[in-house]
């Protein structure tokens, strides 16, 4: 048998996720909400993290964050579900250790809103 004679076909493998949520009326848009959320750097078992507080009433699905600190940008690991819920608190791993963050840092994050579409915030390290 020649390798002409060998069927060809193409395999595909998908991980899709689909998040369904209802929100009632009188709750507005988390873009109303997203200055409540509070962000920190610190070690957690001997790793660097972003520490995420939500303290609102919403699901926040984060795209991807990251430390600003001066020239310096170090992202946050990206996970199959950034998600944190509401009430919560959720730690982000970052892919490299921080130098002493001293001068004012900020976090740049990404997260999706009620119409799918990728927002970008900005937010003090506390």
Known sequence: MS???IPRKLVLAMNTQMKIFYR????PAITQNQDKLTFAV???EGASVIKVNNP??????FTGMAVKHGATSINAEQQMDMMVSPFSKKRYRLLQQPAN?????TI???FI???GAV????APVQ
């Open 108 to 110: 740049e994050y990404y």
């Open 101 to 105: 963050i001293t001068d004012p840092a």
């Open 3 to 5: 390798h002409q004679d």
């Open 113 to 115: 809103d009620d119409f």
């Open 24 to 27: 009632p009326k009188k709750l």
């Open 119 to 122: 927002l970008k915030g900005r």
């Open 56 to 61: 609102t009433p919403y699901h926040v699905s």
């Open 42 to 44: 610190q070690q957690h």
